[in-house]
């Protein structure tokens, strides 16, 4: 089935430091991507979304750049914070209201 | 958590008992959803349901059933039928339903974690 799945299943960075996460996606008729942040032990989180028709977003410290050439999404941390420590999930619609989830890359924060 | 409150938080299961798992949202959200989350691996779908009375299955319903006689509840039956039940289930909520909708940001609770005696 359609999968999307992650280069590097863990990712470690400086406190201060930007973080960038990555996803490569095999559906290339998907339209809507969305970023979770998962804490041990709670739920997803929405971080941020993005359409197909858009190649960059920004939120508050992060942004996501979507390139469909190469079907790639990418999560964008500025100033990683101990609290950004978690493990985020990519994740796309692939229609029928079904959205396909990415394996996750942990992200952990050294002092 | 976004309105979505599941029940128990931890859940214990004896070799062939079914086991009900609760999720109840005040988002007055259409659609909601069930998913299965394995330690170390992304989540996947069992069930999904658009409106009342009607859901569909996902990409691992064998072993699960589900019902949705209220819009605010979805609950989750985990069969003696499922061999391999121990898992975090996470239940989501979504709106709009619409099939054409590019926007369909769920809405998440905070889990139960099911663990097999």
New interface residues.
């Given amino acids: 089935g359609e999968s999307v799945g992650l280069h590097l299943p863990t990712l470690s960075v400086q406190e201060g430091d930007n973080s960038i996460i990555n996803c490569a996606y095999s559906n290339s008729a998907s339209d809507y991507f969305i970023w979770y942040k998962q804490e041990s032990g709670k739920g997803p989180q929405f971080i941020i979304d993005i359409r197909s028709n858009m190649d960059k977003r920004q939120g508050q410290r992060v942004t996501v750049l979507l390139n469909k050439t190469v079907k790639h999404l990418s999560l964008q941390i500025a100033a990683t914070q101990p609290g950004d420590s978690a493990v985020y999930f990519c994740a796309e619609n692939i229609g029928a209201q079904k959205l396909v989830f990415g394996q996750g890359t942990r992200l952990t924060i050294n002092p | ?1 976004g309105g ?1 409150t ?1 029940s128990p938080k931890y859940l214990f299961r004896k070799e062939g008992q079914n086991v009900t798992l609760s999720c109840e949202q005040n988002l007055n959200h259409d ?1 909601m959803y069930w ?1 299965r989350q394995d330690p ?6 069992i069930y ?1 349901s ?1 409106i009342v009375n009607d859901f569909q299955k ?2 691992i319903a064998e072993g699960y059933s589900v019902s949705r006689e209220k819009k605010e509840s979805f609950p989750l039956t985990v069969t003696s039928a499922q061999k391999n039940p121990t898992a975090f289930y ?1 239940c ?1 909520s ?1 709106s709009p ?1 619409g ?1 054409r909708t ?10 139960t ?1 099911l663990s097999v005696l």
């Avoid at chain 2, 170390?40 to 779908?45: K, P, Y």
């Avoid at chain 2, 590019?102 to 889990?111: A, C, M």
């Fill in positions: 958590d979505i599941q659609a998913y170390g691996q992304g989540l996947r779908l999904y658009q996902g990409d996470l989501a979504s339903p099939l590019s926007n369909e940001k769920l809405f998440f609770g905070s889990g974690q």
